[in-house]
């Protein structure tokens, strides 16, 4: 079977660094997604992660480890309007860097206090 | 500007009257998808379409069907729709071969079936 784990809430103070964790059990791996969902919007792409290591894009960081099922999101210097839902996804079958089942985890619900 | 529509944005039916939401896509991508969202269980996909005439499908097709005669358009066609399909349906498109994975997504549509 198929299974994506990630913490359901979190919560961090403005100005700082927050991680989401994200560990898949998967028949099959093409690539990692995240994406960023506000409340009553549709997800936003973040970071697609392909091969080992950590990708830095601006504020967000994505990193992943193959051989052990493992990534994380990492944000900083939080801000408000970072409150949102974090959705990591991994893509199965497909040939090298395409993809065609997609499998979400149930998201982790970010809550930045001032 | 690039963007992925649905339509109706809303929608209350009762069980049982055939319904179709259509999605269309701007970009010239080759892969769409439907997903489904639901309260603690994450994004689930329904069918996906590598392309014209190529459909495929995801986690929980059962109950919905999918078409794909032009490359711009993906109906999802619930033709006896029940209360366990009472959701909120999201419709995504991507270039299937990019290594930037990046999937755009509909504004989606909220189904409920009395």
């Known amino acids: 079977g198929q299974n994506i784990d990630q913490p359901t809430e979190m919560t961090a103070t403005e100005g700082a660094i927050v991680q989401i964790n994200c560990t898949y059990q998967t028949s099959g791996f093409n690539g990692l997604f995240w994406y960023q969902q506000h409340a009553g919007e549709a997800p936003t792409f973040l970071s697609y992660n392909v091969l080992d290591g950590l990708e830095e894009k601006g504020r967000f960081s994505s990193f992943l480890s193959r051989s052990k099922g493992y990534s994380y999101l990492l944000l900083k210097e939080l801000q408000m309007k970072d409150s949102a839902s974090y959705l990591c996804a991994v893509s199965l079958g497909g040939f090298s860097g395409g993809y065609n089942k997609l499998i979400f985890g149930a998201g982790t619900r970010l809550a930045v206090h001032p | 500007e690039a963007q992925v529509t649905q339509n109706p944005r809303y929608l209350i039916t009762v069980t049982g009257k055939k319904l179709t939401v259509t999605c269309s896509q701007n970009m010239n991508h080759e892969y769409m998808s439907w997903y489904r969202q639901d309260p603690g269980l994450g994004l689930r996909q329904i069918y996906y379409s590598m392309n014209v005439e190529v459909t495929d499908k995801g986690d929980v097709p059962e109950g919905y069907k999918v078409s794909r005669k032009e490359k711009r358009n993906f109906p999802l066609i619930l033709e006896s729709p029940s209360p366990n399909q009472t959701s909120l349906y999201f419709c995504?498109?991507?270039?299937?071969?990019?290594?930037?994975?990046?999937?755009?997504f509909g504004p989606g549509t909220r189904l409920t079936v009395t």
């Open positions: 995504a498109s991507s270039t299937y071969s990019g290594m930037t994975g990046e999937q755009y």
